[in-house]
């Protein structure tokens, strides 16, 4: 049983790099509650776990997109915080592309509206 589950949170680990990968500073999102760490399983609820089952809207919304950065996507407001997910990931204008330097400064998380979440 022990062998499978090692298995199961390496492949986990690997998608979440894989998908790190395809949104502008995947890899340095801010986590509202501790800003010092970052925020490695950015389309799930929990900052360093990810399941399926626990998508925040951003990761609902990044899987409706093909797990791709598109226009639409970044265009979006998937925490309803008032702020495009391409504005909080450091891409306003949504030009980024996978490989490619962002132009901005990642401000935010796009999956976590700061104004209503709750700290634990
Ligand atoms: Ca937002």
């Known amino acids: 049983m022990l062998p ?3 298995l199961l949170m390496i492949s986990v680990a690997m ?6 990968a395809n949104i502008p500073h995947g890899y340095l999102v801010p986590n509202p509650c501790y800003p010092t760490v970052h925020w490695s399983a950015v389309g799930h ?6 399941s399926q089952t626990d998508l925040n809207q951003f990761g609902k919304d990044f899987k409706e997109a093909g797990l791709k950065w598109t226009p639409e996507l970044c ?9 495009t997910n391409g504005h909080e990931l450091g891409d306003s204008r949504c030009v980024w592309m996978r490989g490619q330097p962002e132009e901005e400064p990642v401000r935010s998380h796009p999956g976590i509206n700061e104004h209503t979440h709750v700290c634990t």
């Open 75 to 83: 265009f979006k407001d998937s925490d309803g915080d008032g702020w």
């Open 45 to 50: 609820t929990h900052h360093f776990t990810g």
């Open 4 to 6: 499978y589950l090692c």
């Open 15 to 20: 998608a979440m790099e894989q998908d790190q």
